[in-house]
Nanobody, 115 residues
Framework: QVQPVESGGGLVQAGGSLRLSCAMSESILNFNVMGWYRQAPGKQREFVATITAGAATNYADSVKGRFTISRDLFKKMVYLQMNSLKPEDTAVYYC?????????WGQGTQVTVSS
């Protein structure tokens, strides 16, 4: 069973930075796409950023230029570096791992940005 494990959330002031981590128990290259999604209170879960097995990245317009997705194949980790955080970035952030035959979501990590 695919089970990403997120960490790194917390409370930060607007303009600050946080780095989220997603740990996997198997090689990241087993998955076509690794990604970060978020869900704010009362809203649907939304796409934030993805990185493919070939290292191509994609970002939501709302985070372009502020967030960076990266990975460490040896450590089996995916990261989301979040800079210039805004109150509207407040949400639970989820890591997703998707292959042709399986998909898994982490339990989420809370990010709160105060104004």
């Amino acid at each position: 069973q695919v089970q990403p494990v997120e960490s790194g959330g917390g409370l930060v002031q607007a303009g600050g930075s946080l780095r989220l981590s997603c740990a996997m128990s198997e090689s990241i290259l087993n998955f076509n796409v690794m990604g970060w999604y978020r869900q704010a209170p009362g809203k649907q879960r939304e796409f934030v950023a993805t990185i493919t097995a070939g290292a191509a990245t994609n970002y939501a317009d709302s985070v372009k230029g502020r967030f960076t997705i990266s990975r460490d194949l040896f450590k089996k980790m995916v990261y989301l570096q979040m800079n210039s955080l805004k109150p509207e970035d407040t949400a639970v952030y989820y890591c997703n791992a998707r292959s042709s035959w399986s998909e898994g979501w982490g339990q989420g990590t809370q990010v709160t940005v105060s104004s």
